[in-house]
């Protein structure tokens, strides 16, 4: 899979404006906010339609064009080609859910780093690693940026999968990092209003 570009340039301007404002400790805000992108981008991966599913696993035509061109070139039989066929199309909706997986066990990762007081209310459990290997480095007062990420060995089927692969986990990326930067800036305007406001009760005569 190629490198992911991500255009955060909105996010940086936001973060600076949500750390003056906050007077938070930057490091802090930068292990909250890849906590709230983690989360944020699992919305973007959408769901697969289970009805769908299910109608492409009667489509005779379909399993069988899967079973000639996919599985019997392997030397399968007929029988065994068509019901791998079958278990192709029911993976269609796991394959969603596994990659949810990777956000949710990013925000696992960088969790035990976001404050007590946060994680309180947001306690997601240990999470299970196998097969995957995580990688996190906390954002520190000497190094305030929050690096946290997962890999995961497959095998590729196709440039095209891996392409529609990528494209899904870029959207969502993206999804959850507009969301975020949003959320920062609602905190923004609210601490200038509320600021704005007690300078003006303060300067009425």
């Not at 490091?27 to 289970?50: E, F, G, P, Q, T």
Request: proline share 2%; charged share 30%.
């Amino acid at each position: 899979m190629s490198a992911m570009v991500l255009d955060t340039r909105q996010f940086d301007k936001a973060l600076v404006q949500y750390a003056a404002a906050s007077k938070k400790d930057f490091a802090d805000i930068s292990n909250k906010r890849v906590y709230d992108i983690s989360l944020r981008s699992i919305k973007y991966v959408k769901n697969a339609d289970k009805s769908s599913v299910r109608a492409l696993q009667k489509e005779e035509k379909l399993l069988w064009w899967i079973a000639w061109r996919v599985y019997m070139p392997r030397g399968m039989k007929r029988k065994e080609a068509y019901q791998k066929a079958q278990t192709l199309i029911r993976r269609r909706g796991k394959a969603v859910g596994f990659l949810k997986g990777f956000f949710r066990k990013m925000s696992i990762l960088i969790q035990p780093y976001v404050s007590d007081r946060f994680q309180a209310a947001n306690r997601r459990g240990k999470g299970n690693f196998a097969g995957f290997t995580p990688y996190v480095k906390p954002a520190t007062k000497l190094h305030p940026v929050a690096d946290v990420g997962i890999s995961y060995d497959y095998k590729k089927r196709s440039e095209k999968t891996a392409k529609q692969t990528e494209r899904i986990l870029l959207k969502a990326l993206r999804g959850g990092i507009v969301d975020t930067a949003a959320d920062m800036m609602k905190y923004v305007d609210r601490k200038m209003g509320r600021t704005a406001r007690k300078y003006s009760a303060g300067g009425t005569i």
